[in-house]
């Protein structure tokens, strides 16, 4: 999949953006920072890395730092709550997660039932409601503006990280994704041009270069 780097820019500087959008559709693209989604109505097709899903009203998704993604309008009117913000809000400025990578950036209802159903809830709802009411919570404080905003969409920012996380055992432990024939070909093509340049005082820069990726995302493909 071929995708484009994102460069992101903010209103005012604070790296914050957040909003609803109707029918979206946007080519593959990666970017350090994060991005959540919720759909509140209808149907969308969304892409993270190598995963394909069309997510339904009450289901969400999640790029980390680095992921490529991409969305599709289904043809069916859909209204989703986006929320993108720098990771340095919440503690990590070399990207997140930090301490491992996600299973599947996907947070489903059958996933999040199926959680709730193995800690004894009653249902999923709960959980599901919880993720909904932090999106739907910053939302508000976005477009309200009162005093001290910033604060507590900080604030709401860290739960949402937090209770995605904690959703992520549903999907299994994290582990490693099988490199695709294109990873290999970029690879390949960066142990050729080491080989060629390795008596030259190279950098990670220059490799990233040479990839076309981020230094970040450079060095956890390399």
């Known amino acids: 999949m071929r995708a484009f780097h994102e460069t ?24 350090h920072d994060l991005e959540f989604i919720y759909v509140r109505q209808g149907t ?17 998704a999640f790029c980390g730092s680095g992921d490529i993604h991409y969305y599709e309008h289904t043809g069916t ?10 990771p340095r809000l919440i503690g990590a400025p070399a990207g997140w997660p930090t301490q491992q990578r996600q299973h599947s950036g996907f947070i489903l209802r059958s996933d999040i039932d199926k959680a709730s159903s193995q800690a004894n809830d009653d249902s999923g709802q709960p959980s599901r409601q919880q993720l909904a009411t ?11 503006q009162q005093s001290h905003a910033e604060t507590v969409i900080t604030g709401l920012l860290h739960m949402l990280c937090g209770l995605c996380l904690r ?20 690879m390949q093509g960066l142990l050729d041009w080491l080989e060629q340049n390795c008596t030259q005082p190279l950098t990670l820069q220059d490799g990233a270069d040479q990839a076309g990726m981020s230094v970040f995302h450079f060095s956890r493909f390399f």
Request: proline share 4%.
């Open 77 to 86: 009117t859909s209204e989703i709550v986006m929320v993108i913000f720098n």
């Open 44 to 60: 969308l097709r969304v892409g993270i890395n190598s995963e394909v899903r069309t997510l339904q009203a009450g289901e969400f």
């Open 134 to 144: 932090i999106m739907e919570q910053l939302l508000v404080e976005h477009e309200q």
């Open 167 to 186: 959703c992520m055992p549903a999907h299994g432990p994290a582990v490693r994704r099988r490199a695709s024939a294109t990873h290999l070909a970029v």
């Open 8 to 31: 992101r820019s903010y209103n005012k500087g604070w790296p914050v953006q957040i909003g609803t959008v109707h029918n979206m559709s946007f080519l593959a693209h990666w970017h």
